[in-house]
């Protein structure tokens, strides 16, 4: 939940996720299909709360989660709810980023939300008080980090490597984009992509999504069992556009 890219190609978008977490939080689950009202979402599941960091609808919708808002917050729990279970009840809504401006997020810890809706890209943050929401275009690359990990000068670092990447892969594929994630940075753990603070904080996996018209392609990198897990998800047509 702290470093997402969208990265769009000819026929497709990637949206990746690196999962930042502490030392002390179970091990996610790899990616499945898993029904609920509004049709199949598949997503890996958080193995704490159950919920999620990163998921796609079989309407063609995604949804991805990086812990904070506009700025580092000093978390105050008990919360309502946790923020995986606020993505599932988002990427059920339709449109997605009318969910997001709908829910009720008082008591929900800050989160920013990176919504694909309908062939649109949203960032969404939520600061604990308000919602502050834009559309961003989806024909240019786009990089984020946590707030809550990175402060503004390695967040502008980080912008520079995926920009310097970027000149050298200006048609990457789905392997490109996840070996930028586990292997770019300056040699300093506590901030490259795959991070590790002292064993209390690291990224724990990566997950990437390749989305078409047809379907969305999820691998899933775990990098603390050193495996890589494969899922399809194949859209509803008489959903996708609907």
Same mark, same amino acid.
């Given at each position: 939940?702290?470093?997402?890219? %969208? ?13 930042? @977490? /502490?030392?002390? =939080? ?9 029904? %609920?009202?509004?049709? /199949? $979402? ?20 995604? !949804? #991805? ?20 279970? $606020?993505?599932?009840?988002? #990427? @059920? ?22 919504? &694909?809706?309908?062939?649109?890209? *949203?960032?969404? =943050? &939520?600061?604990?008080?308000?919602? !502050?929401?834009? @559309? ?7 990089? &984020? ?6 402060? @503004? ?23 490109? !984009?996840?070996? *930028?994630?586990? %292997? ?17 904080? *690291? ?7 390749? $989305? ?22 194949? %859209? ?7």
């Amino acid at each position: 939940m702290c470093t997402v890219t %969208f990265v769009p190609a000819a026929d497709k978008i990637y949206l990746t996720s690196n999962r930042d @977490e /502490k030392h002390w =939080r179970s091990a996610g689950l790899p990616p499945a299909g898993y029904s %609920f009202p509004s049709g /199949k $979402i598949l997503f890996p599941k958080d193995g704490d709360a159950g919920g999620t960091w990163i998921a796609a609808h079989e309407n063609g919708n995604a !949804i #991805i989660f990086l812990n904070g808002g506009r700025i580092r917050h000093t978390p105050a729990p008990p919360y309502r709810k946790s923020r995986g279970l $606020i993505l599932l009840d988002l #990427i @059920e809504g339709r449109p997605v980023y009318n969910s997001f401006l709908a829910v009720n997020l008082n008591n929900i810890e800050p989160f920013t939300a990176i919504i &694909w809706d309908d062939g649109h890209l *949203f960032e969404c =943050r &939520w600061d604990g008080s308000q919602k !502050i929401h834009q @559309e961003l275009s989806h024909t240019k690359p786009h990089i &984020w980090s946590s707030v809550t990990l990175y402060d @503004e000068e390695v967040i502008s670092r980080r912008k520079q490597w995926f920009t310097a990447w970027l000149k050298k892969h200006p048609q990457p594929s789905q392997t490109d !984009i996840l070996h *930028f994630h586990q %292997f770019t940075g300056d040699g300093d753990q506590h901030n490259d992509l795959m991070m590790n603070r002292d064993g209390l904080v *690291f990224t724990v996996s990566v997950t990437s999504m390749a $989305i078409t018209d047809q379907l969305v392609s999820m691998q899933y990198v775990d990098l603390q069992q050193k495996k890589t897990w494969h899922q399809d998800l194949v %859209f509803e047509k008489s959903m996708v556009g609907r």
